[in-house]
């Protein structure tokens, strides 16, 4: 399992742990609430926000079951056989079907994790990707950054601690000037250029753009547990950085009421601490 999906995060060095070795030591196993415990992790923001329902999330696995069922017919029939032979047609042939299901979704995280990385090698290392797609991207990115002024850029860089009870990692952070940042977002300025300087937080998200409506709320709490995580205060940009998977075209959202988002964070991991039964500010 890769580092980069771990859950939890060791409180002192804010490493990742994704796996840890078996109690004979032979090999290693996913980490589990137990270990979380025994060994006072914290856990990464998305796996905070997981406990959320997502009315769009789920509405897309569907639509991918129903496109799997399409491509695999089922060729049996139910008419005459017993509720326990039905449940083992079933069970035959959900297992497919469910697999093909998820090899989009799971195409489509893996070219998620792509563009990620390529916007932190382009930005930080100044690597050009190889894919066109990912170079409009990373192009997009350069673009708006530099029209916003933007200065002291973070990228990648974690932080956490048991106090605060959970770790994140914001894809990009820095300071900008607010009025060309609200030009840029095409909001009414508020001030002139070169008066007044704002923290900002950006977070990337990949999407198919010719099914993107609107931002799901769990992308504003996840900008609002990265603005209350670092302590940043309520003036704080949280930016989405929208990215088209295909095409690479982009948009920029302001996520107004960034506070909202923080408190809304918090609500969800103290539900998080119940339900686990673990809290690790208490430790």
């Known amino acids: 399992m ?17 796996q840890v070795p078996t109690v004979k030591g032979d090999k290693m ?47 049996g029939t139910l008419d005459g056989l017993t ?10 042939y959900e297992k497919p079907v469910y697999a ?20 932190y090698l382009w930005l930080d290392h100044h ?10 991207i990373c192009e997009e990115a350069s673009r708006f950054l530099d029209s916003i002024d933007a200065d002291n850029l973070s990228l990648e860089r974690s932080f956490g601690s048991r106090a605060l009870g959970f770790a994140g990692t914001p894809d990009i952070w820095c ?9 840029a977002l095409g909001l009414a300025m508020t001030c002139k ?36 995580g670092t302590g940043c205060d309520d003036g704080t940009f949280l930016i989405q950085f929208v990215a088209d998977r295909q095409h690479g075209d982009c948009v920029w959202i302001n996520h107004e009421e960034p506070d909202k988002w923080w408190h809304a964070f ?10 686990k039964g673990y809290d690790p500010r208490k430790i």
Request: hydrophobic residues 45%; charged residues 25%.
């Open 2 to 18: 890769s580092q980069n999906s771990a859950k939890y995060y060791d409180a002192e060095t804010l490493q990742p742990i994704a």
């Open 29 to 75: 196993k996913n980490v589990t609430i137990k270990e979380v415990r025994s060994m006072g992790l914290i856990p990464r923001t998305t796996s905070i926000i997981s406990l959320m329902a997502n009315f769009g999330v789920m509405t897309y696995k569907m639509r991918e079951v129903v496109k799997a069922c399409m491509v695999i017919p089922f060729e």
């Open 83 to 92: 509720d326990m032979q039905v449940a083992e047609c079933i069970a035959g």
């Open 100 to 119: 093909k299901a998820r090899e989009h979704a799971a195409a489509a995280a893996d070219e998620g994790t792509a563009i990620h990385k390529s916007v």
């Open 127 to 136: 690597v050009v990707p190889e894919s066109p797609v990912h170079l409009k």
């Open 175 to 183: 300071d900008a000037d607010r009025a060309l940042l609200e030009q």
């Open 193 to 228: 250029p070169g008066e007044q300087r704002v923290q900002v937080m950006i977070d990337v998200k990949s999407t198919d753009m010719a099914k993107f409506k609107a931002p799901y709320d769990s992308w504003k709490i996840q900008l609002g547990a990265y603005r209350g």
């Open 266 to 275: 918090q609500a969800l991991l103290n539900f998080w601490c119940l339900v």
